[in-house]
């Protein structure tokens, strides 16, 4: 079974800083992974995912995550915090099947706070 | 284009009273559907999932039910809500066939006092 550890529960960001945001899975081969975000009192938007291909993904809102196989990584990062980017973000995984009714495994979430 | 919406948006129940919250997905058909539970500080817990009409698997044993009398519609029900029920409830789709992709309604707040 998969499993998902996102070791950070808070981080404050100051804005315009940089961000990485940890994510590492348990899997016996490379899953399908995505990071959500969740404004306060909302429901989860994806942000970016990977199936396979190009290690490095291109995300909505300025975000970025790469694949590491070899550490079971999946680290989002933004060049620039903004304060809106302050919310609850997840990071998921799923093993790949052909039905594709798997569901998704997610993290505990880490928090994101962003100060002037 | 496809759009998920949950009600209500905010419950407030009594301890011991019925629920029913409803999801329904527009502009797909046979979607993958799905009951989460947001507990403050405790991530996603996933209650319930459906592939097809009337096929329901159930994640955790609990006080709450689920069921899809339509092939777009999932309703999370429970006969007698306790405290412990209080949380947020979010309703996710995904289309059938992989990659599974979900995607999420904007949830209901539920206080049970």
């Known amino acids: 079974a998969q499993s998902v550890t996102q070791p950070d529960i808070h981080i404050t960001v100051s804005e315009g800083a940089s961000l990485e945001l940890r994510c590492n899975y348990s899997?016996?081969?490379?899953?399908?992974l995505f990071w959500y975000v969740q404004s306060p009192g909302q429901g989860l938007q994806l942000l970016l995912k990977?199936?396979?291909?190009?290690?490095l993904v291109q995300g909505i809102k300025g975000f970025e995550a790469e694949f590491k196989r070899s550490q079971s990584s999946f680290n989002l990062r933004k060049p620039s915090v903004h304060w809106s980017d302050a919310a609850e973000y997840f990071c998921?995984?799923?093993?790949?099947?052909?039905?594709?009714?798997?569901?998704?495994?997610f993290g505990k979430g880490t928090r994101l706070s962003v100060i002037a | 284009s496809q759009t998920i919406h949950q009600w209500p948006a905010t419950l407030v129940q009594p301890v011991g009273s019925p629920l029913s919250l409803e999801c329904t997905v527009e502009?797909?058909?046979?979607?993958?559907l799905y009951w989460y539970r947001q507990a403050a500080g405790r991530g996603l817990q996933l209650l319930f999932y459906?592939?097809?009409?009337?096929?329901i698997s159930s994640e955790v044993p609990q006080n709450l039910s689920a069921s899809r009398p339509q092939d777009r519609q999932f309703i999370l029900s429970s006969k007698k809500l306790l405290l412990s029920d209080s949380g947020f409830y979010l309703c996710?789709?995904?289309?059938?066939?992989?990659?599974?992709?979900?995607?999420f309604g904007a949830g209901t707040r539920l206080s049970v006092l």
């Open positions: 990977y199936f396979s291909g190009d290690t």
């Open positions: 996710a789709w995904s289309s059938t066939g992989s990659p599974n992709i979900q995607y």
């Open positions: 459906s592939v097809g009409i009337g096929q």
């Open positions: 502009g797909t058909s046979n979607p993958n």
């Open positions: 998921a995984v799923v093993a790949p099947t052909r039905s594709g009714n798997t569901p998704l495994v």
């Open positions: 899997y016996g081969a490379t899953p399908y």
